[in-house]
């Protein structure tokens, strides 16, 4: 399995990060995120997108509203890789290449 580093790359950024903790406990709108965070609406917005795009979260229109939600295989994904790279040095403690 290989290391998604464009996954591990949108979620290292922290607001991202706090997004996606929000997001794991219940489906939230901007509006909401804007007051969790402190964030201005735009940048909000902007992370939701570059979210959006990796398949990490989707967007549920509601009225004038959208509800964003956490789409946890995406997350399960990039956690199995991580898992896998972890077995893998597990398996190879001592392991050395020659000069």
């Known amino acids: ?10 979620i290292a950024d922290p ?10 406990a ?5 509006c909401h995120l804007i007051e969790e965070t402190g964030a201005k609406q735009a940048n909000i917005s902007n ?10 979260v989707e967007a549920e229109p509601c009225g004038k509203f959208t509800y964003y939600s956490l ?12 898992t ?4 893998r040095a597990e398996r190879h403690p001592q392991a050395r290449r020659p000069c």
């Open 1 to 10: 399995m290989r290391l998604d580093t464009d996954i591990l790359r949108l």
């Open 84 to 87: 896998a790279l972890a077995d």
């Open 47 to 56: 992370h939701l997108r570059a979210l959006r795009e990796a398949g990490l």
């Open 26 to 30: 219940e489906a939230l709108c901007t």
């Open 15 to 24: 607001l991202r990060a706090r997004i996606l903790e929000l997001l794991a």
């Open 71 to 82: 789409r946890p295989e995406a997350l399960r994904g990039a956690a199995a890789s991580l």
